[in-house]
């Protein structure tokens, strides 16, 4: 190592002797917590990208004797969250045995078959396409990263040369080779033929080292990209004009954001032509350093360059005319100005399909960008979910910081078209889609649920979350907010929902909310209103606050989070559904309950009128009709409980077993149940349906609706 570890300026020593000093030389522990160390510094490796290895003795359990044996991460996976059962182990004798029937380059792909010959732990997991580049180096301990530093030389011009004029001999320069056997064979060959280095920058692609332990192949790993940073970062800033300089000055703050939330509903739609995406925006300075330049349309039309960028992001991103975007109310205005870049980027990608294709190739997938760019405001991503559409995004940003490196250090070389394509339609990468799970019934839905921090929201946000779809919580309670958000992470995870404070008698309030859900998710396609209170009193105790605020809530916030909503559907043009949340008092007349009976018959109507109303864009209303469902609802905290049980003559706590004896099934209703009436209305199992009732109160036959 040429440099101090106080020297480290671009990357971050995480090493800790402390953790590792009981591993006792544990070499695949040692391993894991190297792989970790790695993928947590996205400046080292992005975000499923690159892999790490060991070789150590291990007991073979067919004979007993001591083999040789290779841990490296297997196909998929994460390095930063890596744990020991994403690796695949495999007899490294036998690996380098498949030389003998290896039959040329032609013939790469059925090697992958071949390596599962060779598996020593069979519980493992598969082996990757990178596996004989770790096997036949002779190296104990290897890491292949994708760091944009070392990247912005591997993509640059004179990228041979620079390595040379930054390392000497120490580290070599593969020409860029698809990954397989083939690259494996010659990576070992240079390493035979220049003893003594201590890594090798493969072209186009990215970076790999070793050492002869974990620590010292960390330590090399940091050095040469920490190397490679600094001088990167030198050229940049004696390059006052990166990208051209400015173009377009950027939209700051406030402004920006609400472009954003304005257009992002419609590129959704025409992203989703074929698969409902989910989308996810960035404005952050690199980004908008790129997309605001002189030299975006020729740089972007240049595609990427590291494979891992490259089948994140597609060929190229599509580029906006932010002049042709004025007026980002008018959905139908807009989507007439959208209309021929989307027709002129499918035909673009389905000419690039057709003049690159092998007669095996694929059918060709959804010609729609992943990327779009939109100079003054960001950058859109849009994938089949949320996390990948970040990491898309994540990506692209990577690629960003490779092309201002190349260009600052001589000039940006992306991968050649045929090269490009012979990646995103490679049979292995097919074959490893096809082995996807199959989508759940919400996937690349995104429902927004009115009062849902608890109570029947909750429960229905929860069901929509479990079928995999994205969920913006919202309610007026901040502290139950905050536990629905703590809750929600733990189980599902940060990309699958939002939260957010939202009054919903409140318009600002509302298209906040809905502006906030366009940004984390490209729009909405599921309106659950749920917000709700309760005021049980005889007609002479009503007041006439009372009278306004079941009003507000119910009605008035029902019509304005409805109305906010269907401008965000007709924008996407998809359709979508609106599931009011009523109850079994809008159709049935009990004691001591004008205000909140007779406001919850107005709900019923109001979603009767709105179906009729929306059809015509395809947007289902339907209602669910619940009754007493008392668990983990603010409604029976207080005085609406003691109300309802002194107009039927039970104590309070009795009111569950009053409740569900006076039903035909005699059953006690919870929120689970409501939340399973939800799903049914929008799973798509009844996408021909709306203007429907549908009573989940365990049988009430006044309240029968026909």
Avoid at 66 to 75: A, H
Avoid at 487 to 502: C, H, L, P, Q, Y
Wanted: proline share 4%; charged share 25%; aromatic share 8%.
């Amino acid at each position: 190592m040429s440099r101090k570890l106080s020297e480290f300026k671009h990357v971050t020593y995480l090493w800790d002797n402390s953790k590792t000093s009981h591993f006792k030389g544990d070499e695949v522990a040692l391993l894991v917590y190297r792989s970790n160390l790695l993928g947590a510094d996205l400046r080292l490796t992005n975000y499923g990208g690159g892999n790490t290895s060991c070789k150590a003795i291990a007991s073979d359990p067919l004979t007993g004797r001591e083999v040789e044996v290779m841990w490296v991460k297997g196909s998929g996976g994460d390095l930063g969250t890596m744990k020991k059962s994403g690796l695949a182990s495999l007899y490294v004798k036998r690996l380098r045995d498949l030389q003998e029937v290896y039959r040329g380059i032609t013939h790469e792909d059925e090697m992958v078959e071949l390596f599962n010959h060779c598996i020593f732990d069979l519980e493992s997991k598969a082996p990757s396409i990178d596996t004989p580049l770790h096997g036949l180096l002779p190296f104990k301990h290897i890491d292949h990263l994708h760091p944009d530093a070392v990247i912005s030389i591997a993509a640059a011009r004179e990228g041979k040369k620079i390595t040379r004029e930054i390392f000497g001999d120490s580290v070599g320069w593969i020409d860029w080779q698809r990954p397989g056997f083939d690259l494996a064979l010659k990576l070992r060959e240079y390493s035979d033929t220049h003893p003594g280095i201590r890594g090798m920058v493969l072209a186009s692609h990215g970076l790999f080292t070793w050492g002869e332990t974990s620590y010292e192949c960390y330590l090399n790993s940091l050095d040469v990209v920490d190397t490679c940073a600094e001088y990167v970062e030198k050229e940049v800033k004696k390059n006052r004009t990166i990208f051209g300089g400015m173009k377009v000055k950027p939209l700051t703050g406030k402004e920006g954001i609400e472009r954003a939330a304005r257009l992002a509903p419609v590129l959704r739609g025409y992203c989703s032509s074929q698969v409902r995406m989910v989308g996810h925006f960035s404005d952050e300075p690199r980004v908008l350093e790129f997309v605001d330049s002189i030299d975006l349309g020729k740089l972007a039309a240049l595609g990427t360059s590291c494979p891992d960028h490259f089948l994140r992001t597609k060929i190229k991103p599509l580029v906006l005319d932010p002049k042709a975007l004025q007026n980002l109310d008018d959905a139908e205005t807009l989507r007439k100005k959208l209309a021929p870049e989307f027709d002129a980027y499918r035909k673009m990608y389905a000419s690039y399909y057709e003049s690159y294709k092998h007669p095996d190739s694929p059918a060709m997938r959804d010609a729609n960008p992943v990327v779009i760019l939109y100079p003054g405001v960001g950058m859109f991503t849009f994938a089949k979910d949320k996390q990948t559409a970040r990491v898309a995004a994540e990506f692209y940003i990577n690629a960003i910081n490779v092309i201002k490196g190349a260009e600052a250090i001589s000039s940006y070389v992306a991968l050649p078209k045929q090269e490009a394509f012979n990646i995103e339609y490679w049979l292995l990468e097919e074959a490893k889609l096809a082995r996807r799970p199959k989508p759940k019934a919400l996937t690349g839905r995104v429902a927004l649920i009115t009062g849902s921090a608890g109570g029947i929201g909750k429960a229905i946000a929860k069901k929509f979350a479990e079928e995999a779809a994205c969920v913006v919580i919202c309610d007026n309670d901040e502290s139950r907010l905050n536990d629905a958000q703590n809750e929600f992470s733990s189980k599902f995870g940060t990309d699958s929902f939002i939260t957010s404070a939202v009054n919903v008698t409140n318009e600002k309030d509302i298209q906040r909310v809905f502006d906030q859900a366009a940004i984390a998710f490209g729009g909405v396609d599921i309106v659950v209103n749920c917000a709700g209170l309760s005021v049980s009193k005889p007609i002479e105790e009503h007041t006439e606050k009372d009278w306004d605020l079941q009003y507000d809530v119910m009605v008035k916030g029902q019509f304005l989070v409805t109305q906010k909503g269907v401008g965000v559907m007709r924008k996407q043009n998809f359709g979508g559904d609106i599931v009011n949340i009523v109850s079994k008092n809008a159709l049935v007349s009990g004691p001591n309950n004008a205000a909140y009976g007779s406001a919850k018959a107005a709900q019923l109507h109001l979603s009767r009128l709105n179906a009729a109303e929306l059809g015509k864009d395809k947007i289902r209303v339907n209602v669910v009709n619940p009754d007493a469902v008392i668990t983990d609802s603010k409604i029976w905290s207080g005085a609406w409980a003691e109300g309802r049980a002194k107009a039927y003559g039970v104590k309070v706590e009795e009111l569950p077993a009053f409740y569900a004896k006076r039903t035909l099934l005699n059953e006690v209703i919870n929120p689970e149940d409501i939340a399973n009436a939800c799903f049914t209305f929008v799973s798509g199992l009844l996408n021909k349906s709306t203007g429907n009732v549908l009573n989940v109160d365990g049988g009430v036959a006044s309240a029968f609706v026909r």
